[in-house]
């Protein structure tokens, strides 16, 4: 299927990489120049600031409450950015729509950002926040059943990630783990995965520029091999928590996600494995007005309220 005409009006107006060396600063702060006003995001019984105390230190979180209820389910959630962009704000109305379309709380994860903090500072900083909402549940009202964990590209790192840490941790409580077009291989070869060439250029995220978007998260010398850094190098995938791998056709790490739903699936864990045909990476942020895109929290929901899991994964 060609790219959604939508999302094709959106890249012909993208200017043409042009090799200069990256400035997060600069980046950042364009970011922040597109986060809509407080008055336009969509309304929810609370939203509300908070700290996590955790090992890692303290760590900022906002929390969302979809409605007033006697206890939720949580979810924690981790945005993308190539771990070095994004932010409590700029996936403000990610973390909205989760809250309304799952029913749970949602606490969303500000972990610290590359390369001030490069592996494994954000990693311990998502794996810190589980532990804490685990900890703090009376206080949140959680109802004991669901503790999910979402990220969105590295954000979807970390949620693979952490699910293993808590996994080799004894920690048992993670319930689901829903990678949204994850970054699972950061050990980068263009030849590894057809959809590595199939998707290389005109669709937002380039091939060519992996490797230096994610060079920041990988100057503390953490090697790319590592499964804490790539978590599709994991040999033992078993014991992890049931697993939603949503993938866009259009996106240069689509091969690597679904080869991991797969191996999860071989491994005995329930895996649904969702293809967003149309899409590129990043449709979850930047196309979910998009009706059919949308889709995904929906989908999110009927994965936690157990209709989404099914015995097989997509070949």
Known sequence: MTIHPEIAKVLSTLPAPDGAPLDPAAMRAGEAAHV?????????????????????????????TPAEAESYGLLVYFHGGAFFLGSLDTHDHVARSLAKETGCKVISVGYRLAPEAAFPGGLEDCYGVVRWAAEQGRSLGWDGRILAIAGDSSGGTFAAAVAAKAHDDGFDRITHQILFYPSLDLDFDEDRYPSMREN????????????????????????????????????????????????AEHDPLRDEGELYGR??????VAVTISRYDGANHGFVQNFSWIPEFYRAFEETADFLNGAAVNPGARP
């Open 36 to 64: 809509p006003p407080a008055d336009q995001r969509l309304p929810l019984h609370a939203v509300d600031d908070a700290t996590a105390v955790t090992p890692a230190g303290e760590v900022p979180v906002r929390i969302y």
């Open 200 to 247: 290389a250029e005109g669709y937002g995220l380039e091939t060519a520029g992996l490797r230096p978007f994610n060079a920041f998260y990988l100057e503390s010398g953490a090697e790319p091999t590592h499964p804490l850094v790539s978590p599709i190098k994991r040999n033992d995938l078993s014991g992890l928590p049931a697993a939603l791998v949503i993938t």
């Open 263 to 268: 191996r999860l699936y071989e491994a005995g």
